[in-house]
């Protein structure tokens, strides 16, 4: 299996505080303090991936949510 790019979604917890990530495609899950906390564990993603695979990139998108009143 090859994956070229991984894309992790970040979000900001406003209540708590801090950021989570999460990479649907592999099922990578993570949270930090903050984003250069998250930038120290995506460079640690390759423990998700054996010798066999190609260690992929890492790209990390904001999710901004937007709460609509109908």
């Known amino acids: 299996m090859s994956a070229a790019e991984i894309i992790f979604g970040i979000n900001e ?3 708590d505080g801090g950021y989570s990530a ?3 495609g592999f099922g990578i899950h993570m949270q930090g303090d903050t984003i ?3 930038r120290h ?3 640690e993603v390759d423990r998700y991936f054996d010798e066999t695979m ?3 990139a890492c790209r990390m998108d904001f999710v901004r949510g ?3 009143v109908a």
Do not use: F, I, T
């Open 41 to 43: 564990n995506a460079r």
């Open 22 to 24: 999460k990479e649907l």
């Open 36 to 38: 250069d906390d998250l």
């Open 13 to 15: 917890d406003e209540l």
């Open 54 to 56: 190609e260690r992929p």
């Open 66 to 68: 937007e709460v609509l």
